[in-house]
């Protein structure tokens, strides 16, 4: 395609050669196949689909019904549920459908705080969540700095939440699905868990599923399932009336079902065993990264990893996590910083970053691989302004680029 518009396209472009020129360490991100892009770049974003399969609001939706009952069957068959939906714009909108779907307004809630890891939808004053329900927190516990469920029992117990929240945008270690679920039937509460995060590891049985122990579950499709970027709501027989209608008209108008038929292709990608076989790498990956950033002096939040990602604490480093940040940037290396446990810093501080290993093993980097990017990593954080130690590290990490291409240059974009 010979476009007009260079000014878009030559800033895709630029976007393209900076994935490929940088390790992307951002824990909430992964490189979608060709085959997810290539289904979001479709005519199918002309269509207006308001509704669900068979009943629709617009005439002509013969076959973006077809894509939508595809993404469907896709999706409670990798999940095992009987209910899906999978019109959610984005992670934020499931849960919007999800609490209205199981709450009043004001209701209690009982999710993790974001201080401790929780995410934005799960009770930030600011957001929907904390405008329209009454918060509780749990946390992790300051020694271990894993969650107690004795601890998210007895605050149970005193709250008594309309609905117990689990899941998480920081936390390292296996959430107990069955516990949480016990609780919430003691006190009386619904189970809500956001699984955003590790959907993909779910997928390929690498952490336990919620699926059978929650009321609902949320996703994201963007991160480690490495779809497009948009949400998901699971859920049983007994919730998904409500969900759609939460859904749509609740929280949005038209569903866009150009991703949808991206989240389609994801699903099928994600049922293959060597999909399975991705995540197991992606698990290995994080811990042989805690394993080398800990044996080079930096401390990993709790200990270590069981999933995807890690906090690690730089300020044994002197820097803050802003720092941090910055530093690695200028390596290409990319992370966020990040708020760990009982943080004396402010969030846009930190004393944390968060390090995911889903996209450099999408881009096929292994444990050895992993190893030398950590040896990396903690020689630029303990020599922060040393021209000579950036210098070297960045052309180690062009050469690792090079080494494992993302798209190739196939995927370059040429514009008029
Ligand atoms: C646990 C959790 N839930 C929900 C979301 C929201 O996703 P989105 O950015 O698509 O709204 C995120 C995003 O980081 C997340 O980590």
């Not at 809630?109 to 904390?130: C, E, R, V, Y």
């Not at 930190?350 to 050895?368: E, K």
Request: with cysteine; charged share 20%; hydrophobic share 40%.
């Amino acid at each position: 395609m010979k476009s007009q518009d260079a000014a878009v396209w030559s800033a895709i472009e630029a976007e393209r050669v900076r994935q490929e020129a940088q390790l992307e360490l951002i824990a909430s991100e992964n490189h979608a196949s060709r085959e997810v892009i290539a289904a979001m770049g479709t005519v199918l974003t002309n269509k207006y689909a308001e509704g669900y399969p068979g009943r629709r609001y617009y005439g002509g939706c013969e076959h973006v019904d077809t894509i939508e009952d595809l993404a469907r069957a896709r999706a409670k068959a990798l999940f095992g549920c009987t209910h899906a939906n999978v019109q959610p714009h984005s992670g934020t909108q499931a849960n919007i459908a999800a609490l209205m779907a199981l709450l009043q307004p004001r209701d209690t809630i009982l999710a993790m705080s974001l201080d401790h890891g929780g995410h934005l939808s799960h009770g930030h004053p600011k957001n929907f969540s904390g405008l329209f329900y009454a918060i509780h927190s749990y946390g992790v516990e300051k020694g271990t700095e894993r969650i107690d469920m004795d601890r998210v029992r007895e605050k149970a117990l005193l709250v008594r939440p309309k609905l117990l929240l689990a899941g998480a945008s920081a936390y390292s270690r296996t959430l107990d699905f069955p516990a949480f679920a016990a609780i919430a039937q003691e006190t009386g509460a619904k189970l809500l868990v956001d699984m955003a995060h590790i959907a993909g590891l779910v997928a390929a049985k690498v952490h336990p599923t919620p699926v059978g122990h929650a009321d609902i579950v949320t996703l994201t499709t963007h991160k480690t399932l490495r779809g497009p970027r948009g949400g998901m709501v699971l859920c049983g027989a007994d919730t998904i009336k409500q969900v759609n209608s939460t859904v749509f008209p609740g929280g949005q108008g038209g569903p866009l079902m150009h991703v949808i038929a991206a989240k389609a292709v994801a699903l099928r990608e994600a049922a293959t065993p060597e999909f399975a076989v991705y995540q197991r790498r992606v698990v290995e990956n994080a811990k042989a990264l805690a394993e080398t950033l800990t044996a080079r002096g930096l401390r990993i939040v709790s200990g270590g990893t069981d999933n995807h990602l890690m906090l690690v604490d730089v300020g044994a480093s002197g820097l803050s996590g802003k720092q941090a940040e910055d530093v690695l940037h200028a390596v290409d290396l990319t992370c966020n910083k990040n708020l760990i446990p009982y943080d004396q810093r402010p969030p846009m501080e930190a004393s944390g970053i968060r390090l995911g290993t889903a996209a450099v093993t999408t881009r096929g980097l292994g444990v050895g691989e992993v190893r030398r990017m950590g040896e990396w990593i903690a020689e630029v954080l303990s020599h922060p302004g040393d021209e000579a130690v950036a210098r070297r590290v960045r052309s180690n990490v062009a050469e690792m680029t090079r080494a494992f291409p993302i798209y190739g240059d196939a995927a370059r974009v040429v514009h008029a």
